[in-house]
């Protein structure tokens, strides 16, 4: 029986990500992800790479955001349209329990698309040009207890089709190690 586990695109494509300046976080969830994957190949664990809503809407070259940003109609139609056909995917599998055993979804925390038990949030709008208040807004931006966006919106889906009891959906998170490590186990 092969296991199969879905993960963030991130996970296996660091290129993704927002440029980052904060080399401790960096280096942390580096080594987290690199123990992870090591696990995944160890046991022979499938791993099926979600589609980043960030990379696909705005590129490489993108600011860093927050979920207040994308957390509106158009990001989350954005999301629910790439999301689409892993749902398919994921139903093929569950629908072939003999081969298969789905592990689950495996997001990032921290991320404003792909946190799952925690997300960015901030208030932040508009030109950072000449602005005033910057260092202020900046400052803004913290930790929240809620998924991103796209993992608000997968976790809708799954209860669309009912799945939302079949599939665990858990987070790599630096401070928080064992969510995707014992989804391994």
């Not at 919106?153 to 009891?165: A, G």
Request: charged residues 30%; negative net charge; contains cysteine.
């Amino acid at each position: 029986m092969k296991k199969i586990v879905f993960v963030s695109h991130c996970i296996l494509n660091t290129a993704s990500k927002v440029v980052l300046y904060n080399q401790e976080e960096i280096d942390a969830e580096e080594n987290l992800r690199k123990k992870f994957m090591h696990e995944v190949i160890d046991k022979e664990i499938q791993a099926i790479q979600l589609p980043c809503p960030e990379f696909t809407l705005y590129g490489a070259k993108r600011w860093g955001h927050v979920s207040d940003q994308f957390d509106n109609v158009f990001f989350r139609s954005h999301c629910r349209r790439i999301l689409a056909p892993v749902i398919e995917q994921l139903k093929e599998y569950l629908a072939n329990e003999d081969f298969f055993e789905v592990l689950g979804f495996v997001g990032v925390d921290g991320s404003p698309s792909c946190g799952v038990d925690y997300t960015c949030q901030g208030n932040w709008y508009g030109s950072f040009d000449c602005r005033k208040d910057l260092d202020e807004t900046l400052s803004d931006c913290h930790l929240v207890k809620r998924p991103g966006v796209l993992m608000d919106v997968l976790k809708e889906m799954l209860k669309e089709e009912r799945l939302d009891d079949r599939v665990k959906v858990t987070s790599l998170f630096a401070p928080e190690p064992e969510k995707c490590m014992d989804l391994l186990r």
